[in-house]
């Protein structure tokens, strides 16, 4: 088969053939038809995550059933599906408590050395790790399920968003993005989006953004109160991953509103309140974190996504042959028309 390797720090990726995947007895091969470049291929590309070379990178894949193992039972050759490349152990004291999104010792495939990921025309994943897909989603809206869209309801869910909320999201990028999407799914929600990049928010204001805000030309904070009447908004999600707007997320909210921050920041984190009496402690906020999923929540997305509930028609920024996964990955490093995802396929 094709793949595209990581063989050399600093070098493009190499379009050599490999041996295809050996399935193991509960393990299912995919035979891709579109998979997905996430900004968090970008650590690996730099070596801010150290991998062993040569590796084969990718993690958000779709396409149809190639091979199943001798124990697989509820897949077929031929089948559509799309995977979840995180990996659990069920066996740590977080799996065994209902608790795998934080599991101790999971691996993500095409992530973490040592794994084969979708870079590739062929893709293996454990039964466990793959759905059936309907006819009625394409593929490559299917790859933006498996990653941002899932890590981004996830979050939402744990806000606890509730009829007639408002929610103010900072970011218009993949997660703040689909964390808007998932949070119009709630009866009446009204979204607000803030972002620097006025192209997310016109993306966003196209998806159904109630408001969106560009803090370079006005106080994000002043305006969500003014929106709300002086009130602040019920749920704030944080999806940049940078000190300032963490904390203008947890200034957003109401009193006894929610923050969940879903950002990945790299550099120190400081909570810093002018009062913090006032704007913090007597106001009882809950703040959480989320940067992952869950397999159960995946046939509800699916659902969620085939009935139009979720609307991923805007998420496709831009697709590219699997050949070509070099252009892709610079549109993706130097954020080039601030594409949402960009897709390779394999047709």
């Known amino acids: 088969m094709k793949a595209a390797l990581f063989k050399e720090l600093g070098k493009p990726l190499v379009i050599e053939e490999v041996p295809r995947p050996e399935v193991k007895e509960k393990e299912v091969l995919m035979k891709v038809k579109a998979s997905a470049i996430c900004v968090s291929d970008?650590?690996?590309?730099?070596?801010?995550?150290?991998l062993q070379l040569p590796h084969i990178m990718g993690h958000e894949a779709a396409g149809v059933v190639a091979e199943v193992g001798s124990n697989v039972k509820k897949f077929k050759p031929g089948d559509r599906i799309l995977g979840n490349a995180i990996i659990t152990c069920n066996e740590c004291y977080y799996c065994k408590n209902d608790l795998e999104q934080?599991?101790?010792?999971?691996?993500?495939?095409?992530?973490?050395?040592?794994?084969?990921g979708a870079f590739a025309e062929y893709y293996k994943l454990p039964e466990e790790n793959m759905y059936l897909l309907p006819d009625e989603i394409p593929f490559d809206q299917a790859t933006v399920i498996t990653s941002p869209l899932a890590s981004a309801y996830h979050g939402i869910r744990i806000a606890d968003i509730q009829k007639e909320d408002t929610v103010v999201v900072y970011g218009g990028g993949?997660?703040?993005?689909?964390?808007?999407?998932?949070?119009?799914?709630?009866?009446?929600?009204?979204?607000?989006?803030?972002?620097?990049?006025?192209?997310?928010?016109?993306?966003?204001?196209?998806?159904?953004?109630?408001?969106?805000?560009?803090?370079?030309?006005e106080d994000p904070i002043k305006i969500v109160y003014e929106l709300t009447h002086g009130k602040g908004a019920e749920v704030a999600i944080?999806?940049?991953g940078v000190n300032k707007t963490i904390n203008q997320a947890i200034l957003s909210v109401r009193k006894a509103g929610r923050v969940v921050l879903m950002g990945a920041p790299w550099e120190k984190v400081c909570?810093?309140?002018?009062?913090?009496?006032k704007d913090f402690l007597?106001?009882?906020?809950?703040?959480?974190?989320?940067?992952t999923n869950r397999k159960d929540e995946m046939p509800q997305l699916i659902e969620l996504v085939r009935t139009k509930k979720i609307d991923l028609s805007r998420s496709v920024s831009l697709r590219l042959h699997f050949e070509k996964v070099n252009e892709g990955l610079e549109i993706v490093k130097n954020n080039v028309g601030n594409p949402i995802r960009v897709i390779l396929d394999f047709n």
């Not at 970008?42 to 150290?50: L, W």
């Not at 909570?271 to 009496?277: D, I, M, Q, V, W």
């Not at 007597?282 to 940067?291: C, T």
């Open 238 to 240: 944080e999806a940049v």
């Open 174 to 217: 993949a997660i703040g993005y689909h964390g808007m999407l998932a949070a119009m799914v709630y009866e009446s929600v009204r979204v607000f989006v803030i972002d620097t990049a006025d192209e997310k928010l016109e993306l966003a204001k196209k998806a159904g953004a109630a408001e969106v805000i560009n803090p370079l030309k």
């Open 102 to 116: 934080v599991c101790e010792n999971h691996r993500i495939i095409g992530t973490d050395s040592g794994t084969q």
């Open 271 to 277: 909570l810093e309140f002018e009062n913090y009496r």
């Open 42 to 50: 970008m650590y690996s590309i730099k070596g801010e995550r150290p």
């Open 282 to 291: 007597f106001k009882e906020i809950k703040i959480s974190s989320s940067i």
